[in-house]
């Protein structure tokens, strides 16, 4: 069957924040604000997956709910609690979020998003499906340290081994995700190792969830090229362990800036130790894509999360007080609060 044409496809957007990354969660507001084309949605997820829930919650709906401009009436903040029962806030528990939420998408695809990603150019639906319909994507080699979590997923689906370099679909966000297809995948684990997912993936090491989606694929003899636009990367990402400096960082810069490239991402602890040139080029970025007013207020997205320290009581009683008269609770990193 064909699938139908790109611009008919609404999607879901999903994200998921926890305190430590709530300034870049602005920024990613801001940007789909700016640069998504409303036509494309039909839902944004905000996945609030922290130890206080409640508190961020309120603050997402204080300060990140207005950045979203015209896209913020398709916005819900949900709790990981009211999708999950996994109790823990890490890395891993991150990952299933990203693929239980599948039970709360009513749309055909969502496109899942870390907090450090946001737009930086025009996003509408040629930007992200093909003419045909089906969402671009790309193939990367599966090698070095993320071989052995892509080994752990081909062995779960029961399927032979492929070799180390073998090009697969990648890791990194923006992902698109078809909904049918991870729920699917969600009743293949639970039926056939008598487990709750969530459960089992928590207790699975080493994994990953969109490898373990990948060869859910190839479980089920679905060709990547049937379901996904196999193309070129147009998204650039600074890891915690991406060079700063040396040709490949070139290389990466000169992408990030090119009129193909329509979203940008620094992971936060790249962020924490931002060598002065890729400092320099972010807050151009920002400011050139009109993300923030100035060079000053780009400065400040790339200061620790203004909600560093566990607040005992008596500092929730004192900085309501404190809010209530209009002025800013001490300890805070008051976020910049250009509106998109």
């Avoid at 609030?48 to 919650?57: A, C, E, N, Q, W």
């Avoid at 950045?67 to 996994?86: E, F, M, N, Q, T």
């Avoid at 090009?167 to 008598?194: A, C, G, H, Q, W």
Wanted: hydrophobic content about 40%; some cysteine.
């Amino acid at each position: 069957m064909t699938p139908p044409a790109a611009s008919t496809q609404p999607l879901t957007v999903v994200t998921v924040v926890y305190t430590a990354e709530i300034n870049l969660m602005l920024l990613q507001a801001r940007s789909l604000a700016r640069f998504l084309d409303p036509v494309l949605v039909k839902d944004i997820i905000v996945i609030v997956h922290d130890t206080r829930p409640k508190s961020l919650s309120r603050l997402c709906r204080r300060y990140i709910l207005p950045a979203y401009g015209r896209l913020a009436k398709y916005v819900r903040i949900i709790s990981a609690d009211d999708i999950s029962p996994v109790k823990a806030r890490n890395w891993k528990s991150q990952q299933v979020m990203k693929l239980v939420v599948a039970k709360h998408v009513t749309t055909d695809w969502y496109l899942t998003l870390d907090t450090k990603n946001h737009l930086v150019r025009s996003v509408t639906a040629d930007t992200l499906f093909a003419p045909d319909g089906r969402p671009r994507n790309y193939l990367s080699p599966v090698d070095g340290s993320m071989y052995e979590r892509f080994d752990r997923c081909q062995v779960l689906m029961d399927l032979p081994c492929e070799e180390r370099g073998t090009r697969v679909l990648p890791t990194i966000t923006p992902y698109m995700l078809k909904t049918d297809l991870v729920r699917d995948m969600i009743s293949f684990i639970e039926e056939r190792f008598d487990d709750v997912f969530d459960a089992f993936f928590m207790k699975e090491k080493p994994v990953n969830e969109y490898y373990l989606y990948y060869n859910f694929l190839r479980k089920k003899n679905i060709a990547v090229e049937d379901l996904y636009f196999i193309g070129r990367v147009y998204c650039v990402t600074f890891f915690k362990m991406s060079p700063t400096q040396g040709r490949h960082f070139e290389t990466l810069i000169e992408r990030a800036f090119s009129e193909n490239t329509y979203a940008f991402a620094v992971h936060r602890k790249c962020l924490e130790n931002l060598a002065d040139t890729l400092r320099e080029k972010a807050v151009q970025m920002w400011v050139e894509r009109g993300l923030t007013a100035d060079a000053e207020e780009a400065a400040r997205f790339l200061e620790p999360a203004f909600l560093a320290a566990e607040p005992t009581v008596t500092d929730g009683i004192r900085n309501w007080l404190i809010r209530l008269s209009g002025r800013q609770p001490p300890g805070w990193t008051r976020l910049p609060q250009k509106t998109a």
